[in-house]
């Protein structure tokens, strides 16, 4: 079923792109379940044989051990060359723009290229970033993760910008020439004040997420205490670990939801909600119960530490 689905699959592009849609739809998506199907039960067939079995057991320790690591860095290095590419392209694109002003037809494509890059650099940032790290190698990577969000978020909004202004440029340059002049400019400020608000938000969440953790400790440290009521202290933690839990979700680069980065990921939150309520309520009777938790707290306020603007 496989190599037959493959074939099908295979047959169909050559007949969708000889004009016979229907056959070749209909051969794409029935060799493509085919291929799906034969797939899953070569994978049953293929877990009764030894030598796959060990083949793939190298090769994921092998993975685990070093590769991955490689891979990882592999990826941080591709994010790297994307935005200094992106850069040095926008730059080589307004000097092409300079050069030859009249030639629409020669610099359409760069719009779609902008447009391309203010869509999906975010998303290649996710991807560059490392996939579920051990926690100690996630705390130590917290701060350098928050300034790649940021920068990539920064670019990302400037190739928009540069998108929207080679748009007019391209529309309007053999119609309305003097109308460029303003656009540029406005188009300009904005991203300057964008750029300037982005890296505020940081400043502002990492100001506020260091001075919410700074009362979170001292309210773990009184609990052991013997004054006043150990329900108002337990209350006091829980209450301020709200406040932390809530700038952790929050993301550092932009308002959206879906299109930003959390400044940690959510199941990193979820574990540390789970331990800190423990320690909160083993710590009435050991003064120690907390020390893992303090270890976290600690390398969240190293990673803010750098970034606090207590009037931004």
Same mark, same amino acid.
């Given at each position: 079923?496989?190599?037959?689905?493959?074939?099908?699959?295979?047959?169909?592009?050559?007949?969708?792109?000889?004009?016979?849609?229907?056959?070749?739809?209909?051969?794409?998506?029935?060799?493509?379940?085919?291929?799906?199907?034969?797939?899953?039960?070569?994978?049953?067939?293929?877990?009764?044989?030894?030598?796959?079995?060990?083949?793939?057991?190298?090769?994921?320790?092998?993975?685990?051990?070093?590769?991955?690591?490689?891979?990882?860095?592999?990826?941080?290095?591709?994010?790297?060359?994307?935005?200094?590419?992106?850069?040095?392209?926008?730059?080589?694109?307004?000097?092409?723009?300079?050069?030859?002003?009249?030639?629409?037809?020669?610099?359409?494509?760069?719009?779609?290229?902008?447009?391309?890059?203010?869509?999906?650099?975010?998303?290649?940032?996710?991807?560059?970033?490392?996939?579920?790290?051990?926690?100690?190698?996630?705390?130590?990577?917290?701060?350098?993760?928050?300034?790649?969000?940021?920068?990539?978020?920064?670019?990302?909004?400037?190739?928009?910008?540069?998108?929207?202004?080679?748009?007019?440029? *391209?529309?309007?340059?053999?119609?309305?020439?003097?109308?460029?002049?303003?656009?540029?400019?406005?188009?300009?400020?904005?991203?300057?004040?964008?750029?300037?608000?982005?890296?505020?938000?940081?400043?502002?969440?990492?100001?506020?997420?260091?001075?919410?953790?700074?009362?979170?400790?001292?309210?773990?440290?009184?609990?052991?205490?013997?004054?006043?009521?150990?329900?108002?202290?337990?209350?006091?933690?829980?209450?301020?670990?709200?406040?932390?839990?809530?700038?952790?979700?929050?993301?550092?680069?932009?308002?959206?939801?879906?299109?930003? *980065?959390?400044?940690?990921?959510?199941?990193?939150?979820?574990?540390?909600?789970?331990?800190?309520?423990?320690?909160?309520?083993?710590?009435?009777?050991?003064?120690?119960?907390?020390?893992?938790?303090?270890?976290?707290?600690?390398?969240?306020?190293?990673?803010?530490?750098?970034?606090?603007?207590?009037?931004?």
């Amino acid at each position: 079923m496989l190599p037959i689905g493959f074939a099908a699959n295979v047959w169909g592009n050559e007949l969708y792109s000889e004009s016979r849609h229907w056959a070749g739809l209909a051969l794409f998506f029935g060799g493509l379940a085919l291929a799906v199907r034969g797939a899953k039960s070569w994978r049953g067939i293929s877990n009764g044989w030894q030598t796959p079995k060990r083949i793939r057991l190298w090769a994921s320790l092998k993975w685990d051990s070093g590769w991955k690591k490689y891979w990882e860095s592999a990826k941080l290095t591709v994010w790297a060359i994307i935005v200094l590419g992106l850069l040095l392209y926008g730059w080589k694109v307004l000097g092409g723009i300079l050069n030859q002003p009249d030639g629409i037809t020669v610099h359409f494509p760069h719009t779609l290229s902008m447009m391309l890059a203010w869509g999906l650099l975010p998303f290649v940032a996710q991807w560059a970033e490392p996939n579920d790290p051990p926690r100690a190698v996630l705390l130590k990577l917290l701060g350098s993760k928050i300034w790649r969000a940021v920068i990539t978020r920064t670019v990302a909004n400037c190739a928009g910008f540069y998108f929207a202004g080679l748009s007019v440029y *391209t529309l309007t340059f053999t119609s309305r020439p003097t109308f460029l002049v303003p656009v540029v400019v406005t188009l300009g400020v904005a991203a300057i004040a964008t750029g300037h608000k982005t890296w505020t938000r940081l400043r502002k969440l990492s100001t506020q997420l260091y001075g919410n953790v700074q009362e979170l400790k001292r309210d773990l440290a009184a609990i052991p205490g013997n004054t006043g009521n150990i329900e108002d202290r337990l209350n006091s933690a829980r209450r301020s670990w709200d406040l932390v839990s809530l700038d952790l979700w929050t993301n550092v680069d932009t308002g959206y939801g879906l299109l930003g *980065t959390p400044f940690l990921p959510g199941d990193i939150v979820a574990e540390l909600a789970l331990a800190m309520e423990e320690s909160i309520v083993a710590l009435e009777h050991d003064k120690n119960a907390a020390k893992d938790v303090l270890i976290f707290l600690d390398a969240i306020q190293e990673a803010c530490f750098a970034r606090i603007d207590s009037v931004a």
